[in-house]
């Protein structure tokens, strides 16, 4: 069958990336800056200046790093959900085809391991056995994220042992590079505007919700869900069912079964980042707005909804983005109104307006632990 042209494309841009790395990276870059810039009216294109490596400049040295004697855990056998299935084998392929400059098929074994379905390692070995050979060119050749993924891929496999081993210290120091950046994220004068916009308080939400009374049911739904309760992400409010009587046992369903729910002035959150199963009260003034937002709602209907349909990820954070906008006339992601609200947190626990237990359980609504909680604050 012939390519259709994405295909041609596609195959075109990893041929580039694979024989000239360092030149495909500075002419993504140029066209990358010249397309935000032409979505920026005020940035002139000529006025960016383009990096670009001069002959003389020796590329960052690669650091190999000591193997763990021992791998931390034994064969994972967690269950994955279909997206993150996806975006493994997605990996995979890639990974694959930098190799053997050949497309892996869709029916490979790869697909068994991660869906904990039996597998032939011979055949594994086969398209995948490169790997124990020349973990470190492959760790210094690719992506932090696509290490990440190789990493979690190959920890389920039989007999991959030794480049787990290898890999371990450099997940760790993305791990650890990370957390300091997370924990040292510095104030700068666009989050203070933020910071300064945005409250909290629970009389000033009621008094916006009353001043933008052209908000959609959405709209006021996620905006209260997001500042009345302790900020959580918004794949847990995605995964919401309305329903009219206690949950269903969530222990015997399958993980794509599975649901969040809202009943009876409470949240039962079953699927969350960290696969604990939490269930909160919730104050009457976010449970009456709720109700008044969901009349027209069946059971077993989804809280937030898009013609009857789950929103997608995409289309619950641009409507995140789209509500905080018409409220506060300013862009804030999902990420940095959960970001926003812990420092608040953390702002009233310096003042001594909270208890340190106060804190704790506070952080627990927001699926954090306390001392994640304090470092993802600004």
Same mark, same amino acid.
């Given at each position: 069958?012939?390519?259709?042209?994405?295909?041609?494309?596609?195959?075109?841009?990893?041929?580039?990336k694979l024989?000239?790395?360092?030149?495909?990276?500075?002419?993504?870059q140029?066209k990358?800056?010249? +397309?935000? $810039?032409?979505k920026?009216?005020?940035?002139?294109?000529k006025?960016?200046?383009?990096?670009?490596?001069?002959?003389?400049?020796?590329?960052?040295?690669?650091?190999y790093?000591e193997?763990?004697?021992?791998r931390?855990?034994?064969i994972n056998?967690s269950?994955? %959900?279909? #997206?993150?299935?996806?975006?493994y084998?997605?990996?995979?392929?890639?990974?694959y085809?930098t190799?053997?400059?050949s497309?892996?098929?869709?029916?490979?074994?790869?697909?068994?391991v991660?869906?904990?379905?039996?597998?032939n390692?011979?055949?594994?070995?086969t398209? &995948?056995?490169? @790997?124990?050979?020349n973990?470190?060119?492959? @760790?210094?050749? !690719?992506?932090k994220?696509?290490?990440?993924?190789?990493?979690?891929?190959?920890?389920?496999?039989?007999?991959?042992?030794?480049?787990v081993?290898?890999?371990?210290? +450099?997940i760790? %120091?993305?791990q !650890?590079?990370? *957390?300091?950046k997370? $924990? !040292?994220?510095v104030?700068?004068?666009?989050?203070?505007?933020?910071?300064?916009t945005?409250?909290?308080?629970?009389?000033?939400?009621?008094?916006?919700?009353n001043?933008?009374?052209?908000l959609?049911s959405?709209?006021?739904l996620?905006?209260?869900l997001?500042t009345l309760?302790p900020?959580r992400?918004?794949?847990?409010?995605?995964k919401?069912?309305?329903i009219?009587?206690?949950p269903?046992?969530? =222990?015997?369903?399958?993980?794509?079964?599975?649901?969040?729910?809202?009943? *009876?002035?409470?949240?039962?959150f079953?699927?969350?980042?960290?696969?604990?199963?939490?269930?909160?009260?919730?104050?009457?003034n976010? /449970? #009456?707005? @709720?109700?008044? /937002?969901?009349?027209?709602?069946?059971? /077993?209907?989804?809280?937030?909804s898009?013609?009857n349909?789950?929103?997608?990820?995409?289309?619950?954070?641009k409507?995140?983005?789209?509500? &905080?906008?018409? @409220? +506060?006339?300013? =862009?804030i992601s999902?990420?940095?109104?959960?970001?926003?609200?812990?420092?608040?947190?953390?702002?009233?626990?310096?003042?001594?307006?909270?208890?340190?237990k106060?804190?704790?359980?506070? =952080?627990?609504m927001m699926?954090? *632990?306390?001392?994640?909680?304090?470092?993802?604050?600004?």
């Amino acid at each position: 069958m012939a390519l259709t042209s994405a295909e041609r494309k596609r195959r075109y841009r990893e041929k580039q990336k694979l024989e000239n790395n360092e030149e495909y990276k500075l002419k993504e870059q140029l066209k990358n800056k010249k +397309y935000y $810039a032409s979505k920026i009216k005020h940035i002139d294109v000529k006025d960016i200046d383009i990096a670009v490596l001069p002959k003389n400049e020796t590329i960052e040295e690669f650091i190999y790093l000591e193997p763990i004697k021992k791998r931390i855990n034994p064969i994972n056998k967690s269950k994955l %959900n279909n #997206n993150t299935i996806q975006l493994y084998l997605k990996t995979m392929k890639y990974i694959y085809y930098t190799h053997h400059k050949s497309e892996l098929t869709d029916d490979t074994d790869i697909l068994n391991v991660l869906s904990n379905k039996p597998y032939n390692l011979q055949n594994i070995n086969t398209q &995948f056995g490169f @790997i124990k050979t020349n973990i470190y060119d492959i @760790i210094k050749t !690719n992506k932090k994220d696509d290490i990440r993924n190789l990493y979690s891929v190959i920890t389920r496999i039989k007999s991959y042992a030794i480049p787990v081993k290898k890999m371990y210290p +450099y997940i760790l %120091n993305y791990q !650890n590079i990370y *957390n300091d950046k997370r $924990a !040292n994220k510095v104030i700068d004068t666009t989050t203070q505007q933020k910071l300064d916009t945005l409250s909290f308080e629970k009389e000033d939400i009621i008094n916006n919700l009353n001043k933008h009374s052209n908000l959609s049911s959405n709209e006021k739904l996620i905006y209260c869900l997001l500042t009345l309760f302790p900020t959580r992400r918004p794949v847990d409010y995605r995964k919401m069912l309305i329903i009219q009587s206690d949950p269903p046992n969530q =222990s015997k369903l399958k993980y794509e079964d599975k649901h969040n729910y809202y009943y *009876n002035k409470m949240f039962y959150f079953n699927i969350t980042k960290n696969k604990k199963v939490q269930k909160f009260n919730i104050s009457d003034n976010l /449970n #009456n707005i @709720i109700q008044a /937002n969901i009349s027209d709602k069946k059971n /077993n209907e989804y809280l937030l909804s898009n013609n009857n349909k789950q929103f997608t990820q995409n289309e619950l954070s641009k409507l995140i983005m789209e509500t &905080f906008f018409k @409220i +506060y006339g300013v =862009s804030i992601s999902a990420v940095e109104i959960r970001r926003l609200y812990a420092t608040h947190l953390k702002s009233l626990f310096d003042k001594k307006l909270l208890s340190e237990k106060e804190h704790r359980d506070i =952080s627990e609504m927001m699926n954090h *632990n306390y001392e994640e909680n304090k470092k993802y604050s600004y």
